[in-house]
């Protein structure tokens, strides 16, 4: 079956520029989680939705992110006037029980 | 604070050779603990995982793990690597099932032939 996708891959943003990211899920899961990878680090938790709920955004580092699941489905991750220091992957992945799917990431550079 | 340590930032390995990438958490609470791969330019795949019961853990691709509570370390083995090996692994400790992941810095496996 087809796994979590996410949408743009790759992104190139200038400073100052809004971007907004897309992550589909496994059908039929019901939690979701960003996390934010930087260069050569592990990633970070950013947001965890529950349906559409979401019950934890403790990582979001600051009030420029922003992410919504207005479905329970499909969630974006919105990053408002991008800074240089918002460059990273961010990777995105669903779980229905004790282990989380992840879906190949988009991978977001701010000139 | 929950928090993961990969002691080893790189490790390099003769192929059909064994390799240990140790792992020590902290948590206080109980633990799930995860051990996952990521090669390049793609998202993270499960190796194996401990939510309980039997403390050695057998995973994907001739991995396995040992849980080790009193000295909070989740190490993942391999008798003989393959070059496919070669990739970053990532460990990982959550306090529940649907709960945040806690990833340590990782570990890039690199497999000379």
């Known amino acids: 079956g087809a796994g979590v996708s996410q949408s743009p891959r790759y992104k190139v943003a200038k400073r100052g520029q809004d971007v907004a990211l897309r992550c589909d899920p496994i059908?039929?899961?019901?939690?979701l989680f960003w996390y934010q990878q930087a260069l050569g680090q592990g990633p970070e938790f950013l947001t965890y939705?529950?349906?559409?709920?979401?019950?934890?955004k403790s990582g979001l580092p600051s009030d420029r992110f922003f992410a919504e699941r207005p479905e329970g489905s499909v969630s974006t991750l919105k990053i408002q006037r991008t800074q240089q220091e918002d460059s990273a992957v961010y990777l995105c992945?669903?779980?229905?029980?004790?282990?989380?799917?992840f879906g190949p990431g988009t991978r977001l550079t701010v000139l | 604070a929950q928090s993961v340590t990969q002691l080893d930032s790189q490790v390099p390995v003769f192929e059909e050779a064994p390799v240990e990438l140790r792992c020590n958490y902290s948590?206080?609470?109980?633990?799930?603990l995860f051990w996952y791969v990521q090669y390049p330019n793609q998202g993270l795949q499960l190796l194996l995982k401990?939510?309980?019961?039997?403390?050695l853990v057998k995973g994907i691709n001739g991995f396995e793990a040992e849980f080790n509570k009193s000295q909070t370390s989740f190490h993942l083995r391999k008798p003989s690597v393959h070059i496919s090996d070669t990739a970053e692994y990532f460990c990982?400790?959550?306090?529940?099932?649907?709960?945040?992941?806690?990833f340590g810095q990782g570990t890039r496996l690199t497999i000379n032939p």
């Open positions: 948590s206080s609470v109980s633990v799930y």
């Open positions: 059908s039929g899961h019901v939690s």
């Open positions: 401990y939510l309980s019961g039997s403390t």
């Open positions: 992945a669903s779980s229905l029980y004790n282990e989380q799917f």
């Open positions: 939705f529950q349906n559409e709920a979401q019950l934890d």
């Open positions: 990982a400790v959550s306090d529940g099932g649907a709960q945040k992941l806690v």
